[in-house]
């Protein structure tokens, strides 16, 4: 019963979010035309610390993403986004891993400078049967950025039932750098 109630929390998950990124996509398509100036890709990795119950598991984290980004006025950036977060662990536990799938949000006051966003979505977990599923998952973020790279801050919770392995919190560091079209 358990296994059938996460199976279709997953698919319930997974219907919300493609709703919210059609509706995204085509949203912004009617409004802003979609270009080479206003739309590319952000790849980078970040790293971070585990606290609340992962602290017992885990000893740092280390994780990779891509972004698709547009542009929709010249202070919000909106897309998809998606990676893999490794997490090594604590003596005597084992390694395991998440790939986020979501949307994100990015509020920037200037062409350069100081910026806050979230990605909201969902987190498949990979690696361990011990650490349960994934869950809903929410990472807001503070940093600086430019028109090739950004810096920032987060804090990333896979919020999950206890059932299912507790929630994952860490807070983190990440960069990335934008892939403009030419």
Do not use: C
């Not at 319930?12 to 206003?38: C, D, F, W």
């Not at 994780?63 to 893999?84: D, F």
């Not at 950025?145 to 206890?162: D, P, V």
């Amino acid at each position: 019963m358990n296994n059938n109630y996460s199976n279709k929390s997953k698919h319930l998950a997974l219907a919300i979010l493609a709703v919210m990124a059609t509706v995204m996509v085509y949203g912004q398509q009617r409004t802003t035309n979609i270009s080479r100036k206003n739309s590319w890709i952000k790849a980078g990795v970040n790293a971070g610390i585990p606290i609340a119950d992962l602290a017992d598991q885990s000893t740092f984290t280390l994780g990779a993403e891509v972004k698709g980004q547009l542009m929709s006025t010249p202070h919000w950036g909106l897309g998809l986004t998606s990676g893999y977060t490794h997490y090594f662990p604590e003596e005597g536990h084992e390694n395991f891993g998440s790939v986020p799938v979501g949307v994100f949000a990015r509020y920037y006051p200037a062409r350069q400078g100081f910026f806050v966003g979230t990605d909201l979505g969902y987190s498949f977990q990979t690696g361990s049967e011990l650490n349960g599923n994934g869950g809903m998952y929410v990472r807001p973020q503070v940093g600086y950025h430019n028109r090739l790279w950004n810096i920032f801050g987060f804090y990333n919770g896979i919020f999950r039932k206890e059932e299912n392995g507790g929630h994952i919190q860490y807070l983190g560091i990440g960069t990335t750098f934008n892939i403009m079209f030419k």
